[in-house]
């Protein structure tokens, strides 16, 4: 679908044209974490930044971010079917499903177009988050990535992403202590900025089992 005159680019194919050209870093890191860190970073991140506007919104998406815990733990798949029950959580209401027209986002400055096919391309997307020749960092990022720019919900999709982010690694063995570092915009045409996320990503999951190590030994 292309942009008509006024309109802003579709970043929805620009994400889709980058996404199987980014240079994802090596990671040589290992998943390690055994059990939970003195702190929940994502319980943390959404504390921070929700509570003080919205706190029952802030209630609902912790109970989702325990609801995303539970179904890592026990291995679910990653499916747009889970998120969308993850989703109700968040909102507060039954009525979820993939958006049935074009999004905007960033004040008007990005379009997410909306084809017959889209939905079942980000499921395609969503399968890939266990890629097995891919490091966890960068298929975590790419995942986070994905929903951002596919946009599947009408409200509620950057707080969507961080869930699956957490989903991702926690279905790995991997908690965060920390999360507010990955909190900046993000751009559809950047490669780049995509592949340093996922360097940002490692770093994260590095110093938390460091951390975590540390406190053992003490």
Known sequence: MTSGPGQPKDSLADWLIIRPEISWPSWRGACLVSKAPACDGFRNFFMATRSERDSKGTA????????????????????????????????????????????????????????????????????????????????ATRTYLDILFFHPFEDGNARAAMLALAFVLAREGV????????????????????????????????????RLSHGRQS
């Open 60 to 139: 609902r998406v912790l109970t989702a971010l325990d609801s995303t815990f539970a179904d890592a733990e026990l291995g679910r798949p990653l499916t747009f079917a889970l998120m969308t029950k993850w989703q109700r959580t968040v909102l507060g209401h039954e009525l979820v499903g993939f958006r049935w027209m074009p999004a905007f986002a960033k004040g008007g400055r990005e379009r997410y177009s909306l084809a017959p096919d889209t939905r079942a391309r980000f499921e395609r997307c969503l399968s890939e988050s266990t890629q097995p020749d891919l490091p966890l960092p960068s298929r």
């Open 175 to 210: 908690l965060l202590d920390q999360v507010h570092p990955l909190q900046t915009t993000r751009w559809a045409d950047d490669a780049g900025g995509a592949a340093d996320l996922a360097v940002l990503l490692g770093i994260l999951i590095t110093a938390a089992e460091r």
